[in-house]
């Protein structure tokens, strides 16, 4: 197997960061919409309960996006409130129905929130409350994330070291040893069938 230079394995971990935190970074961004009210689901007073994430207590950032919309009246005075409690004002607006609505962008921290509106009859309403979640520990999510890769890269090389070290060594192979003379076994049989009788040793004296 050909052998990976240094080189290459660290630029696929710095690969492996930048691509993990740009997933984080889409993740961290999205939001989670809460409807506060909509056309034929009116209520002036709307409960939202806001959880903390990964027990975190730091503030969440929100926006309120309202719409006041009438086919019966030109004219209507409206207002909006978002109290955490019921006894704190978070955000407060007022006006007419003609006016702009200005978007809302703050941040609500955990808690129990109240959304106000107080509109007159005619009126349709129509309201969005988002959340971004992870907005608060997006910096913190970066920062662990690449701790955790960089963690698992040394780790990585660690186990490949410790293997090498453990791996047993191939044992050579016995090489088979060749007799280079052996002697041949004759039969009884062969011995008789070789033996001719002019080489008798007892020979007739000569006359």
Do not use: C
Request: proline fraction near 6%.
């Amino acid at each position: 197997m050909e052998r990976r230079f240094p080189w290459q394995t660290m630029l696929l971990w710095v690969v492996a960061v930048v691509l993990i935190n740009a997933i984080w970074l889409n993740v961290a961004g999205q939001t989670a919409p809460n409807e506060i009210n909509a056309e034929g689901k009116f209520q002036s007073h709307r409960e939202v309960n806001i959880s903390p994430v990964f027990g975190s207590d730091a503030a969440i950032p929100a926006t309120l996006e309202s719409t006041f919309t009438s086919t019966s009246v030109d004219q209507a005075n409206l207002s909006i409130a978002i109290k955490k409690d019921n006894t704190t004002t978070v955000y407060s607006w007022s006006g007419q129905l003609s006016d702009p609505v200005p978007v809302w962008s703050g941040e609500l921290e955990p808690g129990t929130y109240t959304v106000e509106t107080i509109v007159e009859e005619g009126v349709l309403v129509t309201q969005q409350l988002e959340l971004q979640p992870f907005g608060p520990i997006q910096t913190a999510g970066h920062v662990v994330l690449t701790l955790l890769l960089v963690l698992v890269a040394w780790g990585e090389q660690g186990l490949r070291a410790l293997l090498a070290r453990r791996k047993p060594k191939h044992e050579t192979s016995e090489t088979k040893e060749k007799i280079p003379f052996k002697a041949a076994k004759f039969s009884q049989e062969d011995d008789q069938l070789a033996w001719n009788e002019n080489d008798s040793p007892w020979r007739e004296p000569l006359r």
